[in-house]
């Protein structure tokens, strides 16, 4: 007599997809460590950014017969104080200094200011030919800036403005680059929904912008208002034409007087780059973390 055993079906393995799924999620959402290869990379990368500012500093703290030499220093001297002393002082380099906050600060604040709005208007109000004025607005972005040096320079002549700040500050108020950054940050950031929710509850058009706009677009108004602080630093074409070294001259304008001469003095003019370069590294230290940091917040939040 033969014995017939059964045996129960196998049960599907339903517990390993489940696992496959919880590790897949797991290496999405853990930290990603980068090989060697990528460190060597990244670490090639900063050290090609960082040398232009390094040989800055090496070749402000020589004297011009070393810097002639061959091969030049590629190691700090003992001239750094001195040079920064003679270059703070035969550049004015003082008033340069408040001249430079003072237009950077200016452009930057008031650039933010109407790019948030224009930006919104662009992004959410409904009005005819608003596509229309933002391509012509895109389309000013494609038109080079040396082209309007002249025609600017005659009304910056009739209106004697020459050798005054205002020259240099006036041009620089607006920014189709800011519109456009703002306009698209704001078309993907801020939901409509919040805008009908305020306009409900019988928010003015003011009232939107100062508490629902100006709120949201908070991290995109940080980093425009640093690119735009930065541009207005190291801006040197319009501010040479209009300025003069021995008047209102702005960081770079006086930093283009360094050295003149039969042979130009190198270590002055990279003590005065250098002092230059400074404000601008102390600004990213201190912001760059929070805006990095809004960006994030932000990028979340759309």
Request: hydrophobic share 50%; charged share 10%.
């Amino acid at each position: 007599m033969t014995t017939t055993t059964l045996t129960a079906p196998a049960k599907p393995d339903a517990e390993k997809p489940r696992r496959t799924r919880r590790s897949r999620a797991a290496r999405a959402g853990g930290q990603m460590h980068g090989g060697p290869l990528a460190y060597t990379v990244l670490a090639l990368f900063t050290i090609g950014s960082l040398f232009p500012l390094v040989w800055t500093a090496i070749a402000a703290s020589r004297d011009n017969n070393r810097l002639a030499q061959t091969p030049p220093p590629f190691w700090f001297g003992s001239n750094l104080p001195h040079n920064i002393e003679v270059a703070w002082k035969d550049a004015n380099l003082g008033k340069a200094f408040l001249n430079t906050t003072i237009v950077a600060g200016v452009s930057a604040l008031t650039i933010v200011f109407l790019s948030t709005l224009a930006g919104f208007a662009f992004a959410k109000l409904r009005f005819k030919g608003r596509n229309a004025l933002m391509l012509v607005v895109i389309g000013t972005m494609m038109v080079p800036p040396q082209l309007s040096v002249i025609p600017l320079y005659m009304m910056v002549a009739k209106l004697d403005w020459t050798d005054q700040l205002q020259a240099v500050i006036l041009p620089s108020l607006v920014s189709a680059f800011g519109v456009f950054f703002m306009r698209q940050y704001l078309l993907q950031a801020l939901p409509d929904e919040i805008i009908e929710a305020a306009r409900v509850d019988g928010a003015s058009s003011w009232r939107v912008v100062w508490h629902v706009v100006f709120p949201t677009a908070r991290p995109a108004m940080a980093v425009l208002g640093m690119l735009m602080f930065v541009q207005a630093w190291n801006d040197f074409l319009w501010p040479f034409l209009v300025l003069t070294q021995t008047g209102n001259p702005t960081v770079q304008v006086a930093i283009a007087g360094l050295g003149r001469g039969y042979t130009p003095d190198q270590s002055l003019i990279m003590a005065g780059a250098l002092l230059g370069t400074l404000p601008l590294l102390l600004v990213f230290a201190i912001f760059g973390k929070q805006i990095v940091g809004g960006i994030m917040q932000g990028a979340v939040k759309g």
